[in-house]
């Protein structure tokens, strides 16, 4: 078990000490299973400096990138531009998942409790309606009943779109190979990810599915520092690495890659959010994206006004 004021400590570390303590992860993750790894990777600026550093250690290490056809154009073609990485591909393309499930909207914790949520009485059903109570007998920081409304949507809602597209396709790899993975996860980026760190640290042994995520204490900062220190190739959606008048680091295009058509947090974003960015940047995708469904879209417009999204 680690605390919080241990993942603080980390995270103000300095570039070159995250760099030594990963790259120590890392060995210790390969030397345990034998070689026996792969590096996760996305194409996005993360696993970019992931693999970087893992191929640093050892060159051959092989790298899986899940193809879901909802990368950028950009991030696809930087894959193809790599050495020794394995393509898999999901069972089903998005139209599919979102048909078969609903479309990934707020976060993933929110559209799993929407899509759990429909039955009365039901804890998550008791979550939307802000009924679940701490044993103290104040509100749950688990309530969400702010998005209540989307019980009553004209669409479906799910989580399961990541699980299907990405995970399950690692997963057959990982079993049909017997590799373990290394993920290039922040603890930063969500609740859940600083909680698997905080009790599993960065080479998770234990459980099911062993995973390593040896840049757990990373920030976006350090990623960025690292691209731009080592001058190491990116995909060029990103645009470039700039200093910011703060003293930190930014990128002059997009800041986070991911699938194009995910709206998860697009409801934080200020403007130009990421689908008023899309129709600059990428207008044909943005168009498939917003086509109704019955024109072979995605149909996300309505979606997306539904929650109060500007798409333009």
Known sequence: MHSKEQLEE?????????????????????????????VAFSGGKDSTVLLDIARRIYPDIPAVFSDTGLEFPEVRDFVKSLPNITIVRP???????????????????????????????????????GEIKRSNG???????????????????????????????????????TGRRPIIATMANESRSRRAAWLKLGCNA?????????PMSFWTEEDVLEYLYTYQVPYASVYGEIVR???????????????????????????????????????????????????????????????IGIPIE
């Open 91 to 129: 069972e089903m393309n998005f139209r599919k998942v979102i048909e078969t499930y609903g479309y990934p909207v707020v976060s993933k914790r929110v559209a799993d409790t929407v899509e759990y949520g429909h039955k009365p009485g039901s804890f998550r059903w008791r979550e939307l309606h």
């Open 244 to 306: 910011t008048d703060g003293g930190g680091w930014t990128t002059t295009g997009e800041k986070r890659t991911g699938c194009v058509f995910c709206a998860f947090g697009a409801h934080l974003e200020k403007a130009p959010n990421r689908f008023q960015r899309l129709k600059i940047t990428h207008p044909k995708l943005w168009s498939y994206c917003m086509k109704p469904w019955e024109e072979h879209g995605l149909g996300m417009q309505k979606v997306l006004e539904y």
């Open 205 to 213: 042994f234990s459980g099911k599915k062993p995973s390593s995520q």
């Open 138 to 176: 104040t509100p749950s920081e688990f309530n969400c009943e702010k998005w209540c409304y989307l019980l009553d949507a004209p669409f479906k809602v799910s989580s399961r779109c990541c699980s299907v597209m990405k995970k399950r396709p690692m997963e057959k790899y990982a079993k049909m």
């Open 10 to 38: 980390m995270q103000r570390l300095p570039l070159h000490r995250k760099i030594q303590i990963t790259t120590a992860r890392i060995i210790e993750w390969y030397q345990h299973y034998n070689g026996m790894v792969y």
